[in-house]
């Protein structure tokens, strides 16, 4: 997808951002590798991939549906412990002033 048809979306990276970009081969695990002689070529055109990838994933259709039972007693009783473990931790006064947040028992359903 990074590469393009003909290697043409990967030569307009390449050109726009000033940077060399080394994909592995289709059914090779590798990591990409952009080098270039400027930093903010090399920036420029990691965000752009990344942008490219975060768009190609929101057009893929779903290929799985989890369902859970909510309504089971052990589910409630896990979700009951969470939440005072979250309360516990994460809660804490809300001070407008200070400008400190926390969690609060109505985010998490009262």
């Known amino acids: 997808y990074i590469i393009g048809k003909k ?6 990276l390449e050109t726009e951002t000033r940077t060399s970009i080394s994909i592995p081969k289709p059914g ?24 490219l990838l975060d768009s190609f994933r929101k ?15 052990v589910i409630q009783e896990k979700f009951l412990q969470f939440k005072e473990e979250v309360l516990e ?8 002033v200070s400008g400190q947040h926390g ?6 359903g009262g």
């Open 28 to 51: 090779l695990e590798g990591e990409i590798v952009i080098t270039g002689q400027q930093r903010g070529g090399v920036v420029s055109a990691r965000t752009r991939i990344d942008v």
């Open 103 to 108: 969690i609060s028992k109505a985010l998490l």
């Open 59 to 73: 057009k893929q259709p779903f290929t799985h549906f989890l369902s859970f039972a909510l309504n089971q007693p």
């Open 89 to 96: 931790k994460c809660s804490q006064p809300l001070h407008a």
């Open 7 to 12: 290697g043409e979306t990967k030569k307009r």
